[in-house]
């Protein structure tokens, strides 16, 4: 899996480095200079607090707009309650700040986009011809991640993948 990270901030390029490591993908750092992903990538991922406010806002619109070929992350501490909304509603995953979380969700939407749309499952048991519990785990639990609290930062900030 190739994913786009934009950001300016050193510590975030080495930390992201480190966890696509992990997690078994390959990382392209990408700076403002560099055009935005447009299906080149498997998955992008955008630290909004490190990039300059007008290409903040490109990206925001951009993200708006419609449809993606891949899973898109943003992070940021500045969203509003109204642009976190109009994120989830377009399936862009929003959090806080990087952590594990991002590069397992975006590499759990990408794999799943990638199958037949009956076969969106985690439990080998379910697939087709199986004789187990046919019973499949809705595609939106799958990749959700419910708003959870941080604590005391921005008093009690969220985060969350968009439902599917």
Not at 18 to 38: K, T
Not at 70 to 95: C, M, R, T, W
Request: hydrophobic share 40%.
């Amino acid at each position: 899996m190739l994913i786009a990270y934009l950001t300016t901030d050193e510590v975030n390029q080495d930390l992201a480095a480190r966890m696509a490591d992990e997690c078994g993908a390959a990382l392209v750092i990408l700076s403002p200079r560099d055009p935005l992903p447009d299906g080149q990538f498997d998955a992008a991922i955008y630290d909004l607090d490190y990039v300059p406010p007008a290409l903040r806002d490109e990206i925001l619109a951009k993200l708006l707009c419609g449809p993606r070929l891949f899973p898109v992350a943003v992070h940021s501490y500045n969203l509003i309650d109204g642009q976190i909304e109009a994120l989830f509603q377009k399936n862009v995953s929003v959090y806080c700040r990087l952590d594990r979380g991002v590069f397992l969700n975006l590499a759990l939407a990408w794999r799943l986009s990638r199958l037949p749309a009956g076969q969106r499952s985690l439990r080998p048991e379910s697939q087709p011809g199986s004789h187990g519990n046919s019973r499949q785990i809705p595609r939106k639990i799958l990749v959700s991640q419910r708003w959870r609290s941080l604590g005391a930062h921005r008093g009690g900030a969220r985060e969350r993948a968009p439902p599917r």
